[in-house]
């Protein structure tokens, strides 16, 4: 059950990094989110690892800013070589205050603002990739204004669904994101983008899904990419130097879930390419990909303290803890599954089966159905295991509550890398209503 660097110390308490974590709560409170840097470290170079096997091959790993997006994390992927993936203006501009290169950044969205593609051209960006005629609108009259081009891809559906939940579905032909290959909005998009002067049209990019346990759905989404190059090849003497397969690829929340290792996918989308762009006669493309809950998701770890605790005879105990959908929304959301570790008394013998539930205003606001973890009692210090992902970044202000801290812990030390919010930050951009007439 543990992951990367937790360990169980002689006291009994699970540690991360070398660091208590009944340390970590007692400095910084809860709750609490706290990365295991050296596995995020491991993640990247496995990524690396795994494209070395192909010498000749041009290749760059995206890290996904929606999974986890703060000042450190993103100075932690620089550090990483890993490229940047940003979806909006905020994460743009997190990057710039990280001091994150801009020409290893790539620009996603389905509804880029002008101010956010003007930021964008502003500061250099290295590759937008659009997503909509609208998007080509805009940016062939900000790139004229300027008299300078900018790198995109386009964006297409291949349609091909990744067998995972269904909000999380991108890459299927009944998709709010991209160009559809079935419906020729894609071949439309690509005669417009070689005929512009400003926008230097390198490749397209697709995403098939997230949480993806098999290798199957990206093999299909390029076999069928490559009929449509082909096609182009022909007709429109296009050349595709990029694609970006998006990423998607699968991690362990618990027990029923059963990723590949890094190596399987990689080694899978690249030997297809290779395979494609032999048959097709192609010069083999650079391979983007787009790895962001793969890095993330299981270096973080979320921590609680149990306040009540209730029990109906005969149906369920429910233990409650001082967290919820507040910081982590995936299981209201998704029906996300988690496992979970008493971090005081990581070394006991699971005695009880119980429900975790938040201290939200709302009946669904369930983190764990049936956990199973050793007699309890209010003070103990929940571990709830791999929230790396999609924590922080869905974390909001229901019912006012502040958003955690989040700390990085290696080699035996913790950082603080965002600031827990107080009552005072809730309340800083409200504005007072006067009941005196206006005129």
């Given at each position: ?11 009994g ?15 910084y409170g ?14 990247a170079?496995a990524f ?6 192909y ?10 800013s929606?999974a ?13 070589g890993l490229?940047?993936d940003v ?5 743009l ?5 990280a ?8 620009f ?14 502003n500061v ?18 900000l790139?004229?204004?300027r ?17 995972t939940?269904?909000?999380?579905m ?18 439309e ?10 926008l ?18 990206f ?19 296009f ?5 970006n ?9 618990n027990?029923d ?6 190596s ?19 010069p083999?493309?650079?391979?983007w ?12 770890t ?7 605790s209730?029990?109906?005879p ?9 967290g ?12 996300a599954k988690?496992?979970a ?16 539930a ?7 606001d ?7 973890i050793?007699?309890?009692?209010s ?10 992902a ?35 930050d ?7 209503y ?5 005129h």
């Amino acid at each position: 059950m543990l992951r990367g660097t937790q360990r169980v110390n002689e006291k009994g308490h699970l540690t991360i990094g070398g660091v208590d974590t009944v340390d970590l709560v007692k400095q910084y409170g809860s709750p609490l989110y706290v990365y295991d840097v050296q596995h995020i470290r491991d993640q990247a170079k496995a990524f690396q690892s795994a494209f070395s096997k192909y010498p000749s091959l041009t290749w760059h790993a995206a890290y996904a800013s929606k999974a986890f997006s703060s000042i450190a994390m993103v100075q932690l992927a620089n550090d990483l070589g890993l490229s940047l993936d940003v979806v909006s203006g905020g994460e743009l501009f997190t990057a710039m205050k990280a001091g994150f290169p801009a020409k290893s950044i790539q620009f996603h969205g389905n509804n880029k603002t002008i101010d956010e593609l003007d930021y964008a051209l502003n500061v250099n960006i290295g590759t937008i990739i659009v997503d909509n005629f609208y998007e080509i609108e805009c940016l062939e009259y900000l790139c004229k204004e300027r008299q300078k081009p900018v790198n995109i891809l386009l964006r297409i559906t291949p349609g091909v669904e990744a067998h995972t939940h269904d909000y999380i579905m991108t890459g299927q032909e009944d998709s709010k994101f991209g160009f559809s290959l079935v419906n020729g909005a894609a071949e439309e998009a690509v005669k417009q983008v070689m005929n512009s002067t400003y926008l230097q049209f390198r490749g397209l990019h697709c995403h098939i899904g997230s949480q993806i346990f098999d290798t199957e759905g990206f093999k299909l989404a390029i076999n069928n990419i490559y009929k449509y190059l082909s096609k182009w090849k022909k007709e429109l003497d296009f050349s595709c130097e990029v694609l970006n397969v998006g990423g998607g690829f699968g991690i362990k929340y618990n027990n029923d879930d059963q990723p590949l290792p890094i190596s399987t996918y990689i080694d899978a989308i690249v030997t297809t390419v290779m395979a494609e762009s032999d048959a097709h006669q192609m010069p083999i493309p650079e391979i983007w990909i787009e790895p962001g809950r793969v890095i993330v998701g299981e270096a973080g770890t979320t921590l609680y303290k149990l306040g009540s605790s209730k029990t109906i005879p005969g149906i369920r105990k429910y233990v409650s803890v001082d967290g919820g959908m507040a910081d982590n929304l995936r299981p209201a959301l998704y029906q996300a599954k988690y496992e979970a570790v008493l971090a005081n008394k990581a070394s006991a013998k699971d005695t009880e089966v119980v429900t975790i539930a938040g201290k939200c205003c709302e009946s669904g606001d369930i983190l764990i159905h049936d956990a199973k973890i050793p007699k309890s009692e209010s003070g103990d210090i929940l571990a709830v295991l791999c929230t790396g992902a999609y924590g922080y970044s869905m974390a909001n202000h229901y019912n006012r509550l502040p958003k955690p801290a989040v700390v990085f812990v290696e080699n035996g030390e913790s950082k603080l890398v965002i600031q827990r919010e107080t009552y005072e930050d809730l309340i800083r951009f409200d504005c007072s209503y006067s009941q005196e007439p206006t005129h």
